[in-house]
């Protein structure tokens, strides 16, 4: 809790003897000096204010003491902040610290069709109401549902898949994780697996605003249409106290060696709205040179080591997280196996605190239907640092 703080008047050393000595001559007698209020370093109000129960908004978190705020001093505590484990303050103000809710990814069927079941693989254990007021304005998922990259409704249920594993890449937390695909959201073993060579499912769509992109990396290489194109999308509320989100990605493409820089280019984006005000667009899934991710992305790791058209690839992952996915296996004339996959990603992007944003986990192929691509996504996470980008996961690959 805060405390308050005093100055100390600084009296003459005559009249400190004077005082010390009991002396009463003549009228003058020291004046009392009084406390000034001052905030303390962690609180957000005045403590002479925000102490009192009212019907005011003192610390400015959108909460008054009537609306559930049990710490009207300070802004990241309150009904619709996230309660950080592990360090015994409850910011939620439920009345018990660290209570947020955890450990909901318990698995699913793999073809489970409730895009809810996609919510808890990504580890996100709670909901809330988008008409929530006052103590019940709360973070949490908002709505859930898998549609194309575009948002219209998504026809084909072999587009995503809940997994315990692909192949030899197991999940980043909990027991599954979401896999997406321009494809089947299948392993060779699976059942419902397609080609990896095309599984054409015989639509089309649009994209996320901004898009088609090209990479810079490709200059001259226009995209063509989305086709059979795949997503997630979640609505979710902010907690009051965050300034950004984490998850992990790892995207697998059939694309490479052979269709490097194509305009046949598969691409995965991860799509927020609103976006990052020093954005180009809503896409927050990009490597340093704003390339969005794709076979030409920098951050491509997975793969045995070659140079195509003077560009090196140094494949530092090698390609044994390819293994049972059948990016290992299955060959074009043109692109032979081992393929290619980033390995798993961390992408950090701001988050606006307390508002509600969509987010739109896309993937798609570009001019036709052939040669599939697959992002599993995981381990989705609040965080109270400012970083952003996306970069190698830490941990094993």
Same mark, same amino acid.
């Given at each position: 809790?805060? #405390?308050?703080?005093?100055?100390?008047?600084?009296?003459?050393?005559?009249?400190?003897?004077?005082?010390?000595?009991?002396?009463?001559?003549?009228?003058?007698?020291? @004046?009392?000096?009084?406390?000034?209020?001052?905030?303390?370093?962690?609180?957000?109000?005045?403590?002479?204010?925000?102490?009192?129960?009212?019907?005011?908004?003192?610390?400015?978190?959108?909460?008054?003491?009537?609306?559930?705020?049990?710490?009207?001093?300070?802004? $990241?505590?309150?009904?619709?902040?996230?309660?950080?484990? $592990?360090? +015994?303050?409850?910011?939620?103000?439920?009345?018990?610290?660290?209570?947020?809710?955890?450990?909901?990814?318990? $698995?699913?069927?793999?073809?489970?069709?409730?895009?809810?079941?996609?919510?808890?693989?990504?580890?996100?254990?709670?909901?809330? %109401?988008?008409? $929530?007021?006052? &103590?019940?304005?709360?973070?949490?998922?908002?709505?859930?549902?898998?549609?194309?990259?575009?948002?219209?409704?998504?026809?084909?249920?072999?587009? #995503?898949?809940?997994? %315990?594993?692909?192949?030899?890449?197991?999940?980043?937390?909990?027991? %599954?994780?979401?896999?997406?695909?321009?494809?089947?959201?299948?392993?060779?073993?699976?059942?419902?697996?397609?080609?990896?060579?095309? !599984?054409?499912?015989?639509?089309?769509?649009?994209?996320?605003?901004?898009?088609? &992109?090209?990479?810079?990396?490709?200059?001259?290489?226009?995209?063509?249409? *989305? #086709?059979?194109?795949?997503?997630?999308?979640?609505?979710?509320?902010?907690?009051?106290?965050?300034?950004?989100?984490?998850?992990?990605?790892?995207?697998?493409?059939?694309? !490479?060696?052979?269709?490097?820089?194509?305009?046949?280019?598969?691409?995965?984006?991860?799509?927020?709205?609103?976006?990052?005000?020093?954005?180009?667009?809503?896409?927050?899934? !990009?490597?340093?040179?704003?390339?969005?991710?794709?076979?030409?992305?920098?951050?491509?790791?997975?793969?045995?080591?070659? @140079?195509?058209?003077?560009?090196?690839?140094?494949?530092?992952?090698?390609?044994?997280?390819?293994?049972?996915?059948?990016?290992?296996?299955?060959?074009?004339?043109?692109?032979?196996?081992?393929?290619?996959?980033?390995?798993?990603?961390?992408?950090?992007?701001?988050?606006? *605190?307390? &508002?509600?944003?969509?987010?739109?986990?896309?993937?798609?192929? %570009?001019?036709? +239907?052939?040669?599939?691509? @697959?992002?599993?996504?995981?381990? !989705?996470?609040?965080?109270?640092?400012?970083?952003?980008?996306?970069?190698?996961?830490?941990?094993?690959?």
């Amino acid at each position: 809790m805060g #405390h308050r703080t005093y100055r100390l008047a600084v009296l003459p050393l005559a009249l400190l003897a004077a005082c010390a000595l009991g002396d009463t001559a003549g009228d003058a007698s020291p @004046t009392p000096t009084t406390p000034l209020p001052s905030f303390d370093g962690d609180l957000d109000a005045d403590p002479t204010k925000c102490r009192e129960p009212n019907d005011v908004d003192d610390d400015g978190d959108g909460y008054t003491e009537a609306e559930g705020d049990c710490d009207d001093c300070r802004r $990241g505590i309150n009904p619709g902040a996230f309660d950080f484990p $592990g360090n +015994g303050i409850d910011e939620d103000c439920s009345g018990v610290a660290d209570d947020e809710p955890a450990d909901c990814d318990v $698995g699913a069927a793999l073809d489970d069709p409730d895009a809810r079941a996609a919510v808890r693989a990504l580890g996100l254990c709670k909901w809330a %109401s988008a008409d $929530g007021q006052g &103590k019940e304005r709360k973070w949490g998922v908002l709505s859930a549902k898998y549609v194309k990259p575009d948002g219209t409704p998504l026809p084909e249920p072999l587009s #995503h898949g809940i997994m %315990s594993s692909f192949g030899v890449n197991e999940p980043r937390e909990g027991k %599954s994780f979401l896999a997406l695909s321009s494809g089947s959201a299948r392993a060779p073993d699976m059942p419902g697996y397609k080609d990896l060579l095309g !599984f054409r499912k015989g639509y089309t769509s649009s994209v996320p605003a901004g898009y088609p &992109k090209e990479s810079p990396a490709c200059p001259g290489i226009v995209s063509g249409r *989305a #086709h059979d194109g795949a997503a997630l999308e979640l609505e979710l509320r902010v907690p009051t106290n965050v300034k950004s989100f984490r998850v992990d990605q790892n995207f697998f493409t059939l694309e !490479f060696p052979g269709y490097v820089c194509s305009k046949y280019n598969d691409f995965y984006v991860l799509d927020m709205e609103p976006k990052v005000p020093d954005y180009p667009d809503g896409n927050v899934a !990009f490597d340093g040179a704003g390339n969005p991710i794709s076979v030409n992305n920098a951050l491509l790791q997975v793969c045995e080591r070659r @140079t195509i058209d003077g560009r090196e690839y140094t494949c530092p992952l090698g390609t044994s997280s390819l293994g049972g996915t059948g990016f290992d296996t299955v060959s074009d004339e043109y692109s032979p196996a081992p393929h290619a996959a980033t390995g798993w990603l961390t992408t950090y992007a701001p988050a606006p *605190a307390g &508002k509600v944003i969509r987010l739109r986990f896309a993937i798609w192929d %570009s001019s036709d +239907g052939n040669l599939d691509s @697959t992002v599993l996504v995981d381990r !989705f996470e609040w965080s109270d640092s400012g970083r952003r980008g996306t970069n190698a996961a830490d941990g094993p690959n």
